[in-house]
């Protein structure tokens, strides 16, 4: 059955749908698919047998094995470690399954671009999770930011040690989220990029060259405050948003005024601050509802393999210039090259 055909049978019948790999996100995934109407859970699947039956229990469907769950699903979501991406990712593309993946798309810029070929030719469809596409308030700003002539972007994204091992450092486990972000709103691929890194991983900076504006994305496991911000320079404006929020501001207009106060000169600035309407909800949830309407209609995914692997060669770029070898024996000193991307 083509992807047309697909799209056709499955319009007006309810989608099943699995997860493979239920750890903390993988869980989320079960939970929202089980609320969607239209959906089914059909199954999960995992390398711990254990946790597989405690949230198959938990959201009423069967643990099961990766074969049975391509057989009985129309799609799913595969999060297992980044190491296993390919190999899980390309089983259900040839069983026939749409799949949404995690991010990063793989291991390597290879990998990815294979997963993406194999998607095209057996007409699936293949989407990346880079969930902030999908906040509330990214969405708000990608409507204005057709109408800026952006100077620059800064991201941050910031937080204490988790109570998890990890085995991704915050380029890859964090920074990809923006780093995708302020691609899709620049439209544009980076031209050069220069980063620097501490903290064996846990501390990096980049900033990133994009024709006419520059971003500076920065993403830390050390720092005792969780901040998830993104700013965007414009000639005509200033916009903040805050991820966690779910809130956007826009600055415009900004001047200087001297007032007088009891025969006392006074200096103040002034701006005017808009607050546009943002639509709050759980990013998640409005992920796999696009993800599932591309399956319903064999559409393309709203973030596809190509954006997936575009990211990701720009942080494992960042990677190696923030955690490469060096000459030096302070191995806590940051690391700063500078490269054509």
Do not use: W
Request: some cysteine; charged content about 30%.
């Amino acid at each position: 059955m083509n992807s047309h055909d697909r799209a056709n049978a499955t319009t007006e019948e309810q989608l099943r749908a699995g997860v493979v790999g239920v750890g903390s996100m993988g869980e989320n995934h079960a939970r929202v698919y089980g609320e969607l109407p239209g959906v089914e859970l059909a199954g999960v699947a995992d390398h711990d047998d254990e946790v597989a039956r405690r949230v198959a229990a938990e959201y009423g469907t069967e643990a099961v094995d990766l074969e049975t769950l391509c057989e009985r699903c129309d799609a799913v979501t595969v999060a297992v470690p980044t190491r296993a991406h390919y190999e899980t990712v390309s089983t259900c593309l040839e069983a026939g399954v749409d799949v949404l993946v995690e991010k990063p798309i793989a291991e390597t810029v290879e990998q990815g671009q294979r997963l993406a070929e194999q998607a095209r030719e057996a007409g699936r469809v293949l989407q990346v999770g880079h969930i902030e596409r999908f906040n509330p308030a990214v969405r708000t700003i990608g409507d204005l930011i057709d109408d800026l002539d952006v100077i620059s972007v800064e991201a941050e994204r910031l937080g204490p040690p988790i109570d998890r091992t990890a085995t991704d450092n915050v380029v890859f486990d964090l920074m990809v989220h923006d780093v995708d972000i302020v691609g899709a709103l620049l439209g544009e691929r980076p031209r050069s990029v220069a980063a620097m890194g501490v903290e064996n991983g846990r501390y990096a900076t980049a900033t990133i060259e994009y024709g006419d504006a520059v971003a500076t994305v920065t993403a830390s496991r050390v720092t005792q405050k969780k901040v998830r911000k993104l700013t965007v320079t414009a000639r005509e404006c200033l916009v903040e948003v805050d991820y966690l929020e779910q809130s956007v501001l826009i600055h415009r207009d900004s001047y200087p005024e001297y007032l007088a106060d009891d025969g006392q000169p006074r200096y103040r600035h002034e701006s005017v601050v808009e607050r546009p309407h943002v639509d709050n909800g759980e990013p998640l949830r409005y992920e796999l509802e696009s993800f599932l309407e591309a399956v319903r209609t064999g559409s393309a995914p709203e973030v596809t393999a190509d954006d997936g692997i575009a990211a990701l060669e720009t942080v494992q770029l960042i990677d190696r210039l923030a955690t490469g070898p060096s000459d030096e024996p302070d191995e806590g000193r940051l690391r700063d090259r500078e490269v054509e991307a």
